[in-house]
T-cell receptor, first 115, second 109 residues
Framework: GAGVSQSPSNKVTEKGKDVELRCDPISGHTALYWYRQRLGQGLEFLIYFQGNSAPDKSGLPSDRFSAERTGESVSTLTIQRTQQEDSAVYLC?????????????FGQGTRLTVV | GQQVMQIPQYQHVQEGEDFTTYCNSSTTLSNIQWYKQRPGGHPVFLIQLVKSGEVKKQKRLTFQFGEAKKNSSLHITATQTTDVGTYFCAGAPPKALTFGGGTRLMVKP
C-alpha cells in the first residue's frame, strides 16, 4: 500500500480481555516501531524490529505486552489481560533503515479504550 | 537508558511571534529528526539532521544540531495559525528512534 496501515482504527474492550493490534508497514521498509501515546502526552517507545535482528523490546511496559513481526511484513502487538491504564493510541511506524536511520512513516494509529 | 527531553512543554504565542523548542539528549545521537503532529493526527516527518553543528532551513523553520550532537532546536519565525500542533524531536542513538515529550504550540490569531 501507499502508507502504513493500522487496524482496527478504534477498539473498545473490557478490562481483562486480550487485544491484538495490526500494522502493515510500507513495502520494503525493514524497520518497524510501535509507540504508545496517551492523551495529550508524548510517544512512548514500546518495541523496534529491524530486519532479521532480535527486536528491541526494552520499551514494553509489562509482560502483558508482546509483539511479533514476520520477516519484513505485518506486525501484531498483543496486550493480554487489558487494564484501564492501557487506554491510549497505539502508533506503528516503519522506515527504510540505513546506517544512520531514515524518516519514520506513521500509521493513523489504533485508539484503544479499556472499559 | 537513553533519554530525550524537550522544553517547553507548551507554548502560546500571538500570530506573527517567533517560537523555539529545544531538545536535549542524555547520550550522543547519530542523528536527530523532527516531527509535527497536528491535533488528532499522527506524527509527520519534517527533517533529519546528521552532522555536528548542522543548520537546515525550511521556509520559516530553522533546525539546528548541536556541536556535541546531544542537543537540537527548532525555531519558527513569524508563526501562523497553520503552525499549530505538537513538535517532537526524535533521536537515533544506535537503534530505536526515541522521541522527546514534545512541545505543543498554540497560536492566537
Amino acid at each position: 500500500g501507499a502508507g502504513v496501515s493500522q487496524s482496527p482504527s478504534n477498539k473498545v474492550t473490557e478490562k481483562g480481555k486480550d487485544v491484538e493490534l495490526r500494522c502493515d508497514p510500507i513495502s520494503g521498509h525493514t524497520a518497524l516501531y510501535w509507540y504508545r501515546q496517551r492523551l495529550g502526552q508524548g510517544l512512548e517507545f514500546l518495541i523496534y524490529f529491524q530486519g532479521n535482528s532480535a527486536p528491541d523490546k526494552s520499551g514494553l511496559p509489562s509482560d502483558r505486552f508482546s509483539a511479533e513481526r514476520t520477516g519484513e511484513s505485518v506486525s501484531t502487538l498483543t496486550i493480554q489481560r487489558t487494564q484501564q491504564e492501557d487506554s491510549a493510541v497505539y502508533l506503528c511506524a516503519s522506515s527504510k533503515y540505513d546506517r544512520v536511520g531514515t524518516e519514520a512513516f506513521f500509521g493513523q494509529g489504533t485508539r484503544l479504550t479499556v472499559v | 537508558g537513553q533519554q530525550v527531553m524537550q522544553i517547553p512543554q507548551y507554548q502560546h504565542v500571538q500570530e506573527g511571534e517567533d517560537f523555539t523548542t529545544y531538545c536535549n539528549s542524555s547520550t550522543t545521537l547519530s542523528n536527530i529528526q523532527w516531527y509535527k503532529q497536528r491535533p488528532g493526527g499522527h506524527p509527520v516527518f519534517l527533517i533529519q539532521l546528521v552532522k555536528s553543528g548542522e543548520v537546515k532551513k525550511q521556509k520559516r523553520l530553522t533546525f539546528q544540531f548541536g556541536e556535541a550532537k546531544k542537543n537540537s532546536s527548532l525555531h519558527i519565525t513569524a508563526t501562523q495559525t497553520t503552525d499549530v500542533g505538537t513538535y517532537f524531536c526524535a533521536g537515533a542513538p544506535p537503534k530505536a528512534l526515541t522521541f522527546g515529550g514534545g512541545t505543543r504550540l498554540m497560536v492566537k490569531p
